[in-house]
């Protein structure tokens, strides 16, 4: 190795003796102002980093007071409350977060530290893009198959795993009308090789009310139940269950895969309790069930001048939001925050009210947001790091107002500032976009079902593995 250096040193030598010895007493020195030039930028680039970061920092220890002092009619003050999901230094871990601030909160960010470019986009429309929906809901409703795993009524367990005889009911009722639904649908296949996706029709409200298993044997069922099918059909092996989905409405549906962690992370979750802080629930791959607590007869529509009271909250205080929400609001005559059940029917202060609010409580899902679509009332969402329903076909800033945790002492503020014209359009589109957040039956086109299963279809694969003879056995 070194004479092949030493012979490549005298060649270069003898070819250009005149630059040799300039040529390597100049490469150190242009390796050296090179780094020098390097280490420049990056001192340049961090301190405009570290700057953005003090300044998002002082905005966040400042944002409070600031508020509280463009609220000068309001003396409310700032609700202090513990919630693990809104410590600070996630605020901007969602791309989307400032686009739900309140009106003064945008302010500050885009006039104060220029984070907001302040070019909003056309919130007027309901859906994203209607004509590609269209399109492709069509697709949807001809093509989609989906293979259901075969019980027999003779199960000791059909009360889980077989769709129920009557009509669902209550708060968790999406769970089981999806179930119903789905089976008595076109979408079902027996022949699992034109099968998109695969659906596990246990049910978790069911397993919940049952003696045999309870809450803390769900995991243990849902971990025999995946161990019995991958050892009597070959479908869950071809894609260690990424075309498989199993629907769940209650918040107790997030423990269903303790034990079988590998195949949480392939599963398609289709359930209400959609938040995306915990690792239970992986956006794009999991989907958002619409929670709806089935009302009987048609909606109803009582228009703008009818509405007299400003915004309506009845509930459990069973989450620091809430207790924020009732702490400055309780005593407000536009207001109405009541803890409890209502004396007087809950639709009526619904039919009453132009906005209705949604508060996380346990979970960030209540049957609130589907209530207040139906009475037409426009929802005003209260739950950080809720992943809506929909939200990737329907424009939720066009029939919703989203409000972060922390502009809850300004809540008034932001909804008087909207105009009757803004609130007008709000309303038409939460008239226009209820019929998705209803359940038929049968099932009706662009019902809550079947935006379901278009959201299924979004998450078919694009490949897909045909069973061969010999991998058929039962």
């Known amino acids: 190795m070194g ?43 961090t301190a405009n980093v570290t700057k953005t970061h003090s300044q998002t920092t002082l905005y966040l220890q400042t944002l409070p007071s600031l508020i509280n002092n463009i609220d000068q009619t309001s003396n409310l003050p700032i609700v202090p409350f513990e919630d693990n999901e809104d410590d600070n230094d996630n605020l901007f871990a969602d791309p989307s977060r400032t686009a739900r601030l309140s009106r003064a909160s945008q302010w500050l960010l885009g006039n104060i530290f220029g984070l907001i470019d302040g070019n909003d986009t056309n919130n007027k429309e309901a859906y994203h893009d209607g004509d590609i929906f269209l399109q492709d809901y069509k697709q949807m409703n001809k093509s989609l198959k989906i293979y259901v795993y075969p019980h027999s009524k003779d199960d000791p367990f059909a009360n889980v795993l077989l769709p129920p005889d009557t009509d669902c009911k209550g708060n968790y009722a999406s769970e089981l009308m999806f179930k119903k639904a789905l089976m008595e649908s076109h979408f079902v296949t027996k022949d699992p ?25 769900i995991p243990d069922f849902v971990q025999n139940y995946i161990s019995n099918i991958t050892l009597k059909y070959p479908y869950w092996n071809r894609t260690g269950g990424a075309d498989h989905f199993y629907v769940a409405c209650h918040s107790i549906g997030k423990i269903a895969f303790k034990k079988a962690f590998v195949a949480r992370l392939n599963v398609i979750q289709l359930v209400c309790s959609s938040t995306y802080f915990p690792s239970s629930y992986l956006p794009h791959k999991d989907a958002s069930l619409p929670q709806v607590w089935p009302r009987g007869g048609d909606p109803p529509n009582l228009l703008t001048s009818q509405r007299k009271r400003l915004a309506f909250f009845a509930g459990a205080v069973n989450s620091p939001v809430r207790i924020a929400l009732l702490k400055v609001w309780e005593n407000d005559t536009e207001i109405f925050a009541h803890f409890g059940r209502l004396n007087t029917p809950y639709y009526e202060q619904f039919l009453g009210s132009k906005f209705c609010i949604h508060v996380k409580g346990f979970e960030v899902n209540t049957a609130r947001v589907a209530d207040a679509l139906f009475y037409g009332c426009v929802p005003i969402i209260l739950a950080n790091h809720y992943d809506l329903p929909f939200t990737d076909i329907l424009n939720w800033k066009s029939f919703s107002v989203v409000v972060h945790h922390i502009d809850i002492p300004v809540l008034k503020k932001i909804l008087q500032g909207i105009s009757n014209e803004e609130f007008a359009m709000l309303q038409s589109n939460a008239l226009r976009v209820r019929k998705h957040f209803q359940w038929h039956t049968p099932p009706i086109d662009f019902d809550a079902f079947h935006m379901s299963m278009y959201e299924l279809w979004k998450r078919r694969g694009v490949v897909r593995v045909r069973l061969t003879p010999s991998m058929e056995f039962m």
Do not use: C, W
């Not at 998109?196 to 803390?216: A, G, K, N, Q």
């Open 3 to 45: 004479q092949s250096s030493s012979l490549v040193y005298q060649i270069f030598q003898h070819r250009f003796p005149a630059t040799f010895k300039g040529f390597f007493y100049f490469l150190p020195i242009s390796l050296a102002l090179t780094t020098l030039l390097l280490i420049f930028i990056y001192i340049s680039t």
């Open 193 to 217: 090789n034109e099968a998109h996706l695969f659906y596990m029709p246990f049910s978790i409200s069911s397993m919940r009310s049952d003696p045999r298993i309870d809450v803390h044997g």
